[in-house]
């Protein structure tokens, strides 16, 4: 495993060398190591992805304030029915 600098350590080392740099943190244990690691090596990064899910929120909010723009009189929750019904 690529650890903590430029030396190979195993997930062990690398969670007691976390909790020793970082006592102020809450401690990793070797399974969430082995999830960053997993992520690491397909991702090629660390960082969180957005879901396919929240994209579909983020349309549908989008759509609503929309339709909301748009038509002032009719109440949001049958704006709301409305987009989400195909």
């Known amino acids: 495993m690529i650890g903590y600098g430029n030396r190979a350590r195993t997930q062990c080392e690398v969670a007691r060398l976390f909790r020793e740099t970082h006592p102020d943190l809450p401690p990793l244990n070797q399974g969430t190591i082995s999830k960053i690691e997993a992520h690491y090596r397909e991702m ?31 109440p949001a929750r049958q704006l709301a029915r409305d987009i989400s019904t195909p």
């Open 44 to 74: 090629g990064h660390v960082r969180k992805v957005p879901s396919k899910r929240q994209a579909v929120v983020d349309d549908t909010k989008l759509n609503l304030l929309l339709a909301l723009e748009e038509n002032q009189i009719t």
